[in-house]
């Protein structure tokens, strides 16, 4: 017997009574054409929710590659969905294994269903994944009512989901990145599916840690948990995955050696990420000084050199022109009275 397919998707200071990084759809809603190059990691277990909490994955083993793929698709009937409205609808290539089908509007970003093969799942109405924005212990509830489709076989699924953004926090990654500030989305689903004469009891949960200023999740864990009436391993089973993106945007320990951004009188961040033929950086500096803004490689070699910069107490916008970059993983860095401060970017 094979294993039924879930619904799951791949997709600070401690007196701080709320997180300041918010997700907004400005800067968090997906975009058709992007692409995204994950990895994935063996599985660590996630702890409670609750603020200022510190994640630490730094050793956590490569197992393989995963690329996301999002493409606009309004000629799959998925759902209920009105494709004649002016919404987006995405169909996200989750590495080849399965698509899901995303709605993005600039209020709330709807999970409609997904395709593997010859199975599909699809909702009457969409799950609310996400709205915009979405800060620290916001909470969505709803039902989830769908179908579970084999060629011609259709049968139902019921059920309810809470998504939450539950925790925030510091989180460090495989590559060396260290995100201050990260909000974690934990989305449960909770539902009943039915598979021929058998019944099955599913729990799917996922966690997204948002950081600021990048646009998709710096890392995603997923835990399923299986149940069924059938005496058998393949109709009860627990799976743990985790996936993250290397380099998107980061207070590098090497670039900044050893100092966390947030400890210092400089903040940098950075808008879009990824970028094409221009960024968008803002430099937050506690005292005026004279500053030096360029591109480094993540073994520290100089790229681009943007110059000299004389830069304001507060906050200071910068047009950086990057047309002549390759593709890639890069640090924007600003070295204010010899040390240096630096936030990951790439350019796609």
């Known amino acids: 017997m094979k294993k039924i397919f879930t619904a799951a998707l791949l997709l600070l200071s401690a007196s701080s009574l709320m997180a300041q990084n918010k997700i907004t759809?400005?800067?968090?809603?997906?975009?058709?054409g992007d692409v995204r190059a994950m990895k994935q990691i063996e599985y660590l277990p996630q702890g409670n929710?609750?603020?200022?909490q510190y994640w630490n994955f730094s050793g956590a083993k490569e197992i393989k590659g995963m690329t996301i793929a999002q493409a606009e698709n309004v000629a799959t009937p998925i759902g209920n969905i009105d494709l004649s409205s002016?919404?987006?609808?995405?169909?996200?290539?989750?590495?080849?294994?399965?698509?899901?089908?995303f709605e993005i509007t600039n209020t709330e970003k709807r999970y409609w269903g997904l395709s593997n093969g010859g199975v599909?799942?699809?909702?009457?109405?969409?799950?609310?994944?996400?709205?915009?924005?979405?800060?620290?212990?916001?909470?969505?509830?709803?039902?989830?009512?769908?179908?579970?489709?084999?060629?011609?076989?259709?049968?139902?699924?019921?059920?309810?989901?809470?998504?939450?953004?539950d925790a925030w926090g510091t989180l460090e990654l495989p590559d060396g990145n260290v995100y201050n500030n990260v909000l974690r989305v934990k989305l449960v689903k909770n539902y009943q599916q039915q598979a021929g004469s058998l019944t099955y009891t599913i729990q799917t949960t996922r966690y997204q840690y948002y950081a600021e200023g990048v646009r998709y999740p710096v890392l995603i864990v997923l835990e399923n948990h299986?149940?069924?009436?059938?005496?058998?391993?393949?109709?009860?089973?627990?799976?743990?995955?985790?996936?993250?993106?290397?380099?998107?945007?980061?207070?590098?320990?090497?670039?900044?050696?050893?100092?966390?951004?947030?400890?210092n009188n400089v903040h940098i961040n950075v808008f879009?990420?990824?970028?094409?033929?221009?960024?968008?950086?803002?430099?937050?500096?506690?005292?005026?000084?004279?500053?030096?803004?360029?591109?480094?490689?993540?073994?520290g070699r100089k790229i681009k050199d943007f110059g000299t910069y004389n830069?304001?107490?507060?906050?200071?916008?910068l047009n950086l022109e990057t047309a002549d970059l390759v593709p890639g993983n890069y640090f924007i860095r600003v070295v204010v009275d010899g040390v240096n401060y630096a936030k990951g970017v790439f350019k796609k």
């Open 25 to 32: 759809y400005r800067v968090n809603g997906l975009n058709a």
């Open 49 to 52: 929710g609750g603020a200022n």
């Open 86 to 101: 002016r919404n987006t609808l995405l169909a996200v290539d989750e590495g080849g294994e399965k698509t899901t089908y």
């Open 120 to 165: 599909k799942i699809e909702f009457a109405q969409p799950i609310v994944d996400m709205k915009f924005p979405m800060a620290y212990r916001d909470v969505i509830t709803g039902s989830m009512n769908g179908s579970y489709i084999t060629g011609s076989t259709v049968e139902p699924i019921t059920g309810t989901y809470t998504s939450e953004a």
């Open 226 to 263: 299986v149940a069924s009436d059938c005496n058998c391993t393949c109709g009860n089973y627990t799976t743990e995955q985790a996936y993250y993106l290397p380099g998107a945007q980061a207070e590098s320990k090497q670039l900044l050696n050893g100092k966390s951004v947030a400890d």
């Open 272 to 299: 879009p990420n990824p970028f094409h033929d221009f960024l968008n950086a803002s430099v937050r500096i506690n005292n005026a000084a004279e500053a030096n803004i360029d591109v480094v490689d993540a073994a």
């Open 311 to 317: 830069l304001v107490e507060g906050e200071n916008a």
